[in-house]
């Protein structure tokens, strides 16, 4: 157990994981609870956020489980209060949720755009229009977005409504970092890259042959050779999150292996 967040609320939305493993959300939420963190695991399923729980408590952590839609404001407002009901302050707001729907303009309905757009860019509006306050009356905190490099670089995947999305994810990163920065509030973004967690499998894995052609594809992708993992991103999002950063804000970290250097 480490010191970094010691005595630090977390509230991370997407705390659980999509499929076995670890996703990106429960490493961040467990990450954040051994460095001491009392972290408030949020996520859409109840028993996802409550294996998250499950998994923090075994290890000696701090957990609360919660479940919230990032799409429903009085869901998000509800974890939130309960969150500073039982804890008095956020110090980090950690925004994990977000999904892929494939389909180009012509192919993808417009329930499809909608559901891309309220569910990885509007429910980070609506989680920071509820934080926001409660970050200003204790006087600072760390918001940590989790973008990705689709958001930066195009792949030969067909989600344009998920480029889109995390596009815009990184503007408003950059927005809320800017007018928050008097007020000792620090918003930055992580932007994975190619990565192995139960994500891709469940939301990916459909537009390949078979699973390990999409992992040879994947692997190759990265000029390291190989995907990086959920760990990667959340140690990533530790160090925005932490006081090591205290002069951090407004900026997008590629967490990708040099991918987004390579141009490819």
């Known amino acids: 157990m480490g010191q970094r967040m010691q005595g630090k609320t977390a509230l991370v939305f997407g705390a659980g994981s999509s499929g076995p493993g670890w996703s990106n959300g429960r490493a961040a939420a467990a990450l954040y609870a051994r460095e001491g963190a009392h972290v408030f695991a949020v996520d859409l399923r109840a028993d996802s956020a409550e294996e998250t729980r499950r998994i923090i408590a075994e290890e000696g952590g701090r957990c609360t489980a919660l479940a919230a839609d990032v799409t429903d ?3 998000i407002l509800a974890a939130v209060q309960a969150t500073l009901a039982e804890a008095g302050r956020i110090d980090v707001l950690h925004n994990n949720v977000g999904i892929t729907e494939m389909g180009d303009p012509i192919e993808a309905s417009e329930e499809s755009w909608h559901r891309v757009m309220d569910t990885n860019l509007t429910g980070v509006f609506l989680t920071c229009k509820h934080v926001l306050p409660a970050m200003l009356a204790q006087g600072g905190g760390s918001i940590v977005n989790i973008s990705s490099l689709a958001s930066i670089q195009v792949n030969t995947y067909p989600y344009t409504s998920y480029y889109a999305a995390k596009a815009g994810l990184n ?14 509030i620090r918003v930055n973004a992580v932007l994975p890259g190619v990565m192995d967690t139960p994500l891709i499998y469940t939301q990916i894995a459909g537009q390949f042959e078979d699973v390990e052609e999409m992992r040879r594809r994947r692997n190759a992708a990265s000029p390291m050779g190989r995907m990086g993992d959920a760990w990667d991103v959340a140690h ?7 006081d090591e950063a205290k002069y951090i804000t ?15």
């Open 236 to 242: 990533a999002a530790l160090f925005l999150a932490s």
């Open 250 to 264: 407004g900026v997008c970290l590629p967490v990708d292996g040099g991918k987004s250097c390579a141009g490819r």
């Open 171 to 184: 503007h408003l990163t950059r927005a809320l970092a800017v007018r928050y920065a008097p007020d000792n």
């Open 73 to 75: 404001s009085a869901q």
